[in-house]
């Protein structure tokens, strides 16, 4: 039953790199992305049903007063099961329970300082008018999501997520430092080799964040920066892709820069493996599989599930004259989501710290590794 | 080691030479703990499979979230989504469907959210994991999507993806099966007869929009019970959090109560076969003294030779005990459906998938026969500690010697027998009769320590008649039963306690069916009962629709109709029902087997709402008496009504509680239909045909959205459950009569074995074979006809202690006592006859030897 939820992952998570294999693709009468998205704001916000898969990302490091640092990230996977169609095809009346969409939610809350990464998983069905079990709502430009205890509520201006967990809880109030980044061509992002091979893809590069995390049953106010992704695409992942290196950075001079990496089984990587680059104005540059080099310094093996990751990368981008080391804030910050995906990731708070345009330069950011712990099935 | 090198030697050796007495001892003890251990066997296999059953669908549920009587509105789970200290919750809803195109039984179909559920129930869809993930997925994505355990599927021939229509009480659907359950958790449910479905699927099938059975919580782990009790408090009046575990609490108790009834009645076998241990074991002593004497003065301690005797006993325990596991296997083969079906029948539904070897239970068996065996040959046991080494040198002292003083004895009989009647006064200990089980072994004690004062006084009042009228042989044998003395008397035991269970049963099973017949004859009257389909499977839940119930009360077929709602309740952790019946039509028609209360007074207060009638069992679990304030709450209606009666009532689970259907809907809430039963006015003309066209018209109507069963066949199906429930008492008591015979048998034997010498000198002195034969043939019926008689009187005690003691503890009921002469005067005889029978091989073996040559050895 658990190792079920693989499947929606691999084809939801998947969406940073495209998707699904091909013998396993089922998207017909799904919307597909195949060419520009014309992505508008605050209207893409919302979720776009008739695309099988979304998620709603988010990411930080923030600190305390006294300087305890935490990283945190928030996930909203929507998962659609049958193409769009109001009610076609259901029982006549349908039961309050009757959906198309599922929805699963990840939390984590790294605390960096004292050494331990805590993490929460929720799932629920769409459809339940008024029992809140999990969903969206739309109030005027407002946009909420939401599973039993958690929300993220997007504003034209601003975002605010809240997480109830067993073992923590944070309310973060979200506020952009730049306009939305649109990924690939004007937020349509190839992740293989075929036109519907990709999706709808952009990103908050920066969003200042305060509020506060509870841990230990002590709230603590903090102060932070974060990273949020939206994506919705419906085509499964390329075969022969095993899985992931997805890098969002945000340097000391406020410019940003992701990155992501599809692994190939032989090794090698996916010629749609790409990047964004940000500068300090919001503006944007697409960089190519060519445009940058990314190496492997370190691992860390999991006592949990056996998985080795790497936890130390050199990244180069040469056009840029980046040249930055990045490693782990926290070597053990794997998502174990036996109660929902069942998938095995690391998502993990990292430090930047190298050279840009000749000067050295600091920054801090958020990796997820994927396809470590065992392939995805559905990737193979 | 010496000591076994001992006993090889003295006993084994001793047991090979008379290899045919010990065979007959190991085969009594055999039956005996055959018996017992597969009733265990075969009771332990229910309770696990239904624990099992229980705990899989439980899950990890802290509380369970009902509403008594009725549905849970969905509309509560935002109550549940705000609370801080809920973790987890899971709706749930149950019912049991049947497939429409090929006959056979219901199954159990489960809804639940496949999201939600994860976090409390193990389900896995067999196949690689994206096919299973996505046939999984199938029951959200898909409606009327069913997901099949294996042997489900394979015993309604079904495969993964094919598709079967499925009759529930509202309606019939066809449902495609996205896959099938591996065999685990959620899928060993009702012994693998479970389906899974979407909640979704499961409301739009049974029309239950927005209801659910009842949703399963976890709590976060720093829950406190305040604040447990805190979500109790905002969560709606009508709604109860219940322990996950009272279901299977309360119907384990069931079971246990019924193992134990039925372990006690196996060990009768046993404790029969105890008394064949004690003649052999006692004979040995008996027939080695001189052995033992000159072991004694080799050096052998009074302990040494009491472990011997201890030992050949326990021997007997064990050789009887290996050779029951061949016997068990058979044996339990038979019982294990029985037993199931007659738990399913009485207590809770169990589905039973196979044996389970419980290492517990052999345990209990090989230490109770042993334990048996080994108290058996205790006395002899002692006996051979008193030995004294001169006797070595003396030539005479074999043969019978008196133990015990006859009276002495007897007075501790009496001591038994009457300690038994303040023991049966005694409450049960935890819901378990063991001041009453206590009373009945005292008893069979107390009547085995009588006989042989019986059998003195029998000998001494018999022999001068027997003489005039028998002749010699008569009287030899009046006068050895006179002074043969406790030895002879014990084994008459065994046929006591055999006639004196079979007795027992008799009047205790006759006297149950008679009620039963009565209550049946009663309570369940009416010439047609109609209830929605499926709505016995489904114990009634829903309710027949408005429009069907407006056109069954406009049918003018010449009938009275009685409606009726019922509800499965608990009170406490005590499950029982309530029904709302059409009382004043019923009680014109029908009625009640009255036990406490004035049944005139009681029909006017019945009639007219004013209380609540409860059955004894209820009664008996509950403590509630007349005038005492019965409190419910159904379907949100809070019915607090005092009991003006109470009455006997055998349906399933025993507690019921019945109220005017028309009361509780002026003074509660429309309890509307879930049955309605007919009864035509004009008695005097044929009522079968009518019963049939009204039956007809129904069918004609509304098709098969009703089940019908005519009035006579219920009674008829009724009676026949309760005969079926009995089959395996009967089975157990003809196994204890049997080993009782073969105690006939041994006894016998050994009296003709230990006598040899006398019967010998008998024929030296003039007496002819068929003298003599005579003579133990006339022993064997004395012992026969006491063993009768004593059993007969033991019976009527013992059946006096089932029907108010043991069963009212034990399940709450009693019944009219009611002795079934017939059944007595007809069985009795055929008792005798075979234990006579059972003397044939003793009889048989006198002078097997040459009459000289034992006179030689002398």
Avoid at chain 1, 6 to 31: E, K, P, Q, Y
Avoid at chain 2, 713 to 731: G, K, M, N, P, Q
């Amino acid at each position: 039953m658990r190792s079920a939820f693989a499947f929606i992952f691999a084809s939801m998570v998947i969406l940073i790199g495209g998707l699904r294999t091909a013998d396993a693709d089922n998207s017909s009468g799904f919307l597909q992305v195949t060419g520009p998205c014309k992505l508008e704001f605050p209207r893409d916000h919302a979720p776009h049903p008739g695309f099988r898969n979304e998620w709603w990302y988010y990411t930080g490091n923030l600190k305390s007063e006294t300087g305890r640092h935490f990283g945190y990230q928030l996930t909203f996977f929507r998962h659609q099961l049958t193409p769009f169609g109001g009610s076609a095809g259901w029982p006549d009346p349908p039961s309050a329970w009757r959906s198309r969409q599922i929805y699963i939610g990840h939390a984590a809350v790294s605390d960096i300082s004292a050494k331990r990464h805590l993490q929460a998983e929720k799932v629920g069905r769409e459809g339940l008018e008024g029992l809140g079990i999990g969903g969206w709502v739309q109030y005027g430009q407002d946009v909420t999501l939401f599973l039993p205890g958690w929300s993220a509520v997007i504003f034209p201006d601003s975002h605010k997520i809240a997480v109830a967990g067993d073992d923590f809880a944070f309310q973060l109030e979200l506020k952009p430092a730049k306009p939305p980044v649109k990924h690939g061509i004007s937020g349509y992002s190839r992740k293989g080799s075929t036109p519907e091979r990709a999706s709808c893809y952009y990103s908050f590069s920066r969003l200042e964040t305060s509020g506060s995390i509870t841990v230990a049953g002590k709230s603590i106010p903090v102060k932070g920066e974060s990273w949020m992704d939206h994506e919705f695409s419906t085509a499964p992942l390329e075969p022969g892709t095993v899985g992931w290196d997805w890098f969002s950075i945000q340097l000391a001079d406020r410019s940003e820069f992701m990155i992501f990496l599809l692994r190939r089984e032989d090794g090698g990587l996916n010629t749609a493996s790409s990047g964004t680059y940000i500068d300090s104005l919001g503006v944007l540059r697409h960089l190519d599989r060519g445009y940058f080099d990314v190496r492997v310094l370190d691992t860390w093996r999991s006592k949990a599930s056996g998985a080795v990751y790497p936890s130390g990368w050199q990244i180069k981008i040469p056009l840029l004259g980046i040249e930055v080391d990045v490693a782990s804030n926290l070597p053990d910050q794997e998502m174990q989501t036996s109660a929902s995906t069942g998938v095995t990731y690391w998502e993990g708070s990292v430090s930047v710290k190298g050279v840009k345009g000749g000067s050295p330069i600091e920054g801090q950011g958020y990796v997820e590794l994927t396809g470590y712990a065992g392939p995805f099935s559905a990737l193979k | 080691m010496f000591f076994l090198r001992l006993f090889r030697w003295f006993s084994l050796r001793n047991l090979r030479t008379h290899w045919g007495r010990a065979l007959v001892v190991l085969l009594g003890i055999a039956l005996g703990a055959a018996v017992f251990t597969s009733v265990r066997l075969a009771v332990h296999a229910s309770l696990s499979s239904f624990v099992r059953s229980m705990d899989f669908f439980a899950g990890t549920a802290q509380k369970v979230l009902v509403r008594p009587g009725g549905y849970l509105p969905e509309g509560v789970l935002p109550v549940l989504l705000g609370h801080p200290a809920v973790k987890d919750f899971s709706p749930l809803l149950t019912t049991y469907v049947r497939r429409s195109d090929v006959p056979g039984d219901s199954f159990l179909m489960i809804g639940i959210d496949p999201l939600l559920d994860q976090a409390f129930r193990k389900w896995r869809i067999s196949g690689d994991r994206d096919q299973a993930t996505e046939r999984w997925l199938d029951l959200i994505r898909e409606p009327y999507t069913l997901i099949l355990t294996e042997p489900l599927a394979r015993e309604l021939q079904i495969a993964s993806g094919a598709r079967l229509k499925l009759d529930h009480t509202r309606n019939s659907a066809e449902f495609r099966v996205a896959g099938i359950l591996m065999p685990e958790g959620l899928a060993l449910v009702e012994g693998g007869r479970v389906a899974l479905t979407d909640i979704a699927t499961f409301q739009e099938f049974t029309g239950l929009y927005g209801l659910l059975d009842r949703i399963d919580l976890t709590f976060k782990p720093k829950a406190t019970p305040q604040d447990i009790e805190d979500l109790a408090r905002k969560l709606p009046a009508e709604l109860e959090l219940r322990s996950p575990s009272a279901a299977r609490d309360s119907g384990t108790a069931m079971i246990r109560a019924y193992q134990l009834n039925l372990s006690v009645l196996s060990f009768a076998s046993l404790f029969v076969g105890m008394f064949l241990v004690y003649s052999l074991v006692a004979l040995n002593v008996a027939a080695r003294r001189r052995e033992l004497a000159v072991l004694r003065s080799l050096g052998a301690s009074p302990r040494t030779l009491f472990m011997l005797f201890l030992c050949e006993g326990m021997l007997f325990g064990a050789g009887g005990w290996m050779l029951a596991i061949p016997l068990s296997s058979l044996l339990v083969k038979y019982l294990l459906h029985g037993v199931s079906q007659t738990i399913s029948t009485l207590f809770v539904r169990v589905q039973v998938e196979g044996l389970v070897l419980s290492p517990l239970e052999i345990a209990i068996s090989l230490g109770v026969t042993l334990l048996t065996a080994a108290g058996a040959a205790l006395q002899p046991a002692r006996e051979a500690m008193g030995v004294p080494p001169k006797e070595a040198m003396e030539i005479s002292q074999a043969g019978v010697r008196r133990g015990h003083s006859v009276r002495r004895l007897a007075l501790w009989a009496l001591g038994c027998i009457l300690a038994g009647i303040p023991l049966s006064l005694l409450p049960g200990v935890a819901g378990v009769p063991l001041p009453g089980y206590l009373a009945i072994l005292l008893l069979f004690i107390g009547f085995a320590l009588l006989s042989p004062w019986m059998l003195e006084r029998l000998g001494q009042r018999l022999a001068p008649l027997l003489r005039r009228y028998a002749g010699i042989p008569a009287y030899l044998a009046g006068r050895y039963l006179r002074d043969c003395g406790a030895r002879t008397a014990i084994s008459v035991g065994a046929l006591i306690t055999a006639v004196a269970l079979f007795t027992a049963l008799v009047v205790m099973i006759h006297s149950f069916r008679h009620t039963v017949e009565l209550w049946v004859r009663q309570t369940v009257s009416g010439d047609l009962f109609v209830t929605t389909k499926m709505g016995q499977v489904n114990r009634f839940r829903f309710a027949i629709p408005e429009t069907i119930v407006a056109g069954l009360k406009q049918m003018d077929v010449g009938a009275d109709y009685v409606q009726s709602r019922r509800y499965q309740m608990n009170y406490g952790d005590f499950p029982y029902e309530f029904e709302a019946m059409g009382m004043e039509t019923f009680l014109s028609h029908g009625g009640f087997v009255w036990l406490k209360g004035d049944p005139q007074e009681t029909r006017l207060r019945l009639t007219q709402g004013e209380g609540v009638l409860i059955s004894e069992v209820f009664a008996t679990r509950t403590g509630l008496g007349i005038g005492d304030v019965f409190r419910t709450q159904i379907e949100g209606s809070s019915i607090e009504l005092p009991v003006v009666g109470i009455i006997r009532d055998y349906r399933t689970d025993g507690g019921v509680v019945f109220y005017s259907w028309k009361h509780f809907k002026e003074r509660f809430h429309d309890p509307q239909w879930s049955g309605v039963r007919f009864f035509f006015k004009d008695r005097a003309s044929e009522v079968g045909g009518r019963v049939s066209a009204l039956r007809n018209a129904i069918i004609q109507r509304w098709g098969d959205a009703l089940d019908m069963v005519s009035g006579k066949d219920l009674r008829e199906s009724v009676l026949r459950i309760f005969d079926e429930t009995f089959a395996i008492t009967t089975v157990l008591l003809l196994i204890a009569l049997a080993v009782a015979a073969l105690g006939i048998t041994t006894t016998l034997t050994v009296m003709v074995l230990e006598r040899s010498r006398q019967l010998s000198t008998l024929y030296a002195v003039g007496g002819s074979f068929r003298q003599i034969r005579a003579m133990i043939f006339w022993e064997a019926s004395f012992l026969v006809a006491a063993g009768e008689v004593a059993g007969l009187a033991c019976g009527f005690i013992l059946s006096y202690l089932l029907v108010y003691v043991i069963n009212r503890q034990s399940f709450g009921w009693t019944f009219l006592y009611v002795v079934d002469w017939g059944a007595l005067a007809f069985s009795l005889p055929l008792i005798i006859l075979t234990a006579l029978a059972a003397a044939v091989p003793a009889v048989r073996m006198v002078f097997r030897a040459p009459p000289a040559a034992l006179l030689r050895e002398r």
